[in-house]
């Protein structure tokens, strides 16, 4: 932690947290990295290696599991759950040669209750509706409606799931 911690917030001895913008009673594990002008919610759980890039939002109650990627431009509202080794995108297309600022970056968000599964890849520019369901390995390419249960590259729905995640 480089500034103050903010009350009723956990942050590791050997987690880096950069921003004051955490609710309480989130906890932030060893080798997570929030960066400055983030921010995250209350009740959050940022697990190791987990990485919080300037400009991303994540919401309350969300659970974030160990190396997920969240970059700037990327909303996470609450009770959501990432799973281990998500990556967000935010850059449609990126090339070393050319850098795009933030207004190059295209907005991705992960609407209240989804369920993002272990290994997920979510180009930017997607929504995830309400209490969607992506399961693991699968690639997000477009928009997923609210209750929809997909995977695959590109996932695909497959089904329906309850706000309980049950088909």
Do not use: Y
């Not at 290994?119 to 520019?125: A, I, R, S």
């Amino acid at each position: 932690m480089r500034g103050r911690v903010p009350p009723g917030v956990f942050v590791h001895e050997r987690a880096l947290v950069e921003t004051d913008r955490i609710g309480a009673g989130t906890r932030v594990w060893a080798f997570a990295h929030v960066m400055e002008g983030a921010g995250v919610g209350e009740g959050c759980n940022v697990c190791d290696g987990a990485f919080i890039e300037s400009g991303a939002v994540v919401g309350n109650r969300v659970t974030v599991k160990n190396n997920v990627l969240l970059w700037d431009r990327v909303t996470v509202e609450d009770d959501v759950f990432l799973g281990p080794n998500a990556v967000f995108t935010n850059d449609f297309r990126p090339r070393a040669a050319s850098k795009k600022g933030p207004d190059g970056f295209l907005a991705t968000l992960v609407r209240q209750g989804a369920t993002i599964g272990a290994n997920v890849t979510v180009v930017c520019g997607s929504t995830i509706g309400r209490h969607a369901f992506v399961g693991a390995g699968s690639v997000v390419v477009g928009d997923v409606v609210s209750h929809a249960l997909v995977v695959g590259n590109p996932a695909r729905r497959i089904g329906w799931v309850c706000e309980c995640g049950e088909r």
